[in-house]
């Protein structure tokens, strides 16, 4: 390991605390190759795990406390367990903790609540994290946070739940504890990944199917192309999205829109105001492109998915209206550049795109991108391949 590896930086952090770890644990961000603002619709997602991990190193102490501290923020934030009941929920957005923190913190929180265990019969515990996953980017970096400290917790309280319950604990934790109004997708994609796969999940039954990718056989390699433009998913235009959502779902007298089909868009164009319909057919259309995706990858393999790919960004800058010029000249270079297909992936209004490529042409697409930014005045994106990579998991 290299003296950055952030599982290193973990267990010196937690060690400068003057405390030994009990073990190490990690959780990936993920990229969504498909799917956008569809899980908090009971729709469908294809996202996968990335090889960028959040871990913790954790040590157990016996005074009933929790402290966590982070390489982001070196000060560290210490609450009594018994406490935690009086944190969260969050009320109107006000943190009583660093922002930060309201992460590890709500997990834990979370999971007292999810498995029903006496606060006072909990251990208490030091956690130190450290990550290599982009912040504001797009790629969860909070669903990695969230799917370590659940990890951690969870083996050393020994509540014994298994990962979907962890993705839940996670979930709750982000809505409640931190108040970003996200759905599932992330937490079950960062608790589930597998090589090589995407995870297809179903938000409404939360059932899952791993699917091949075939990306490195057939000679393609996805880039993640991060615009440096950052993001926050629990302030503003999200939200905003997620209420377009739910009033669209309530004027076409549906539960969600996950329960309305493309044959459905001809009366919500009667039904809604513009802006709602286009918020409504973006959703509808992105449900049917994940189920076309996964099709397509069954049928004909992973280099006839490029069409879905730039539709689906077509309609997030569209319709969804989630895309910002850095997405856009992002998107429109790498597909000037000779990606199969391209698009903004994540909640949008900054962060990743991505872009599906021949592995020959990764240079070529990169250095385009590179040059279009330049030329346009823009912040200088990072871009990097990503490969299908393993979910949470105890390393030590």
């Not at 998915?305 to 689906?312: N, T």
């Amino acid at each position: 390991m290299t003296e950055n590896d952030p599982r290193t930086e973990a267990r010196e952090l937690l060690t400068s605390l003057g405390a030994t770890p009990a073990g190490e644990w990690s959780a990936p961000g993920r990229v969504n190759l498909i799917g956008e603002h569809t899980d908090y619709n009971d729709g469908f997602v294809f996202p996968f795990a990335t090889p960028h991990r959040t871990y913790v190193a954790a040590a157990t102490r016996s005074d009933g406390r929790l402290r966590v501290i982070s390489t982001f923020d070196a000060v560290p934030v210490e609450v009594a367990i018994a406490d935690l009941d009086a944190l969260f929920p969050t009320v109107d957005g006000e943190h009583a903790v660093p922002e930060w923190s309201a992460y590890p913190l709500g997990v834990a929180w979370a999971l007292i609540q999810a498995s029903g265990a006496d606060p006072a019969t909990l251990t208490g515990a030091d956690l130190a994290f450290a990550s290599d996953v982009p912040v504001g980017a797009g790629l969860s970096s909070s669903a990695a946070i969230e799917g370590s400290t659940a990890s951690a917790l969870n083996e050393l309280w020994d509540l014994g739940l298994d990962r979907v319950a962890l993705a839940q604990v996670g979930r709750r934790a982000e809505n409640e504890a931190v108040g970003a109004p996200t759905g599932i997708m992330d937490q079950m994609a960062s608790m589930l990944g597998e090589p090589d796969a995407a995870t297809f999940l179903d938000c409404r039954s939360l059932q899952t199917e791993e699917v091949e990718l075939g990306f490195a056989p057939a000679g393609l390699t996805l880039l993640v192309m991060d615009t440096n433009v950052k993001h926050a998913h629990s302030t503003g235009g999200y939200g905003e999205r997620r209420a377009s959502c739910e009033k669209g779902a309530e004027l076409m007298g549906v539960p969600m829109l996950r329960d309305l089909s493309v044959a459905d868009l001809e009366r919500a164009a009667e039904v809604l105001d513009d802006i709602t319909f286009r918020r409504v057919r973006h959703i509808v259309t992105e449900n049917q492109r994940v189920l076309d995706t996964v099709q397509t990858l069954r049928e004909r393999g992973p280099r006839a998915i490029g069409p879905l790919l730039d539709a689906s960004h077509v309609s997030m800058r569209d319709d969804f209206e989630i895309s910002v010029p850095e997405l856009d000249l992002a998107v429109d270079t790498a597909r000037a550049a000779g990606a199969i297909g391209a698009r903004m992936t994540g909640g949008g209004f900054g962060g990743a795109a991505i872009a599906l490529v021949e592995t020959g042409d990764v240079d070529t697409v990169a250095h385009a991108v590179e040059k279009a930014f330049a030329d346009a005045g823009y912040t200088a994106p990072t871009i990097f391949p990503v490969s299908p990579s393993a979910g949470a998991r105890r390393d030590s």
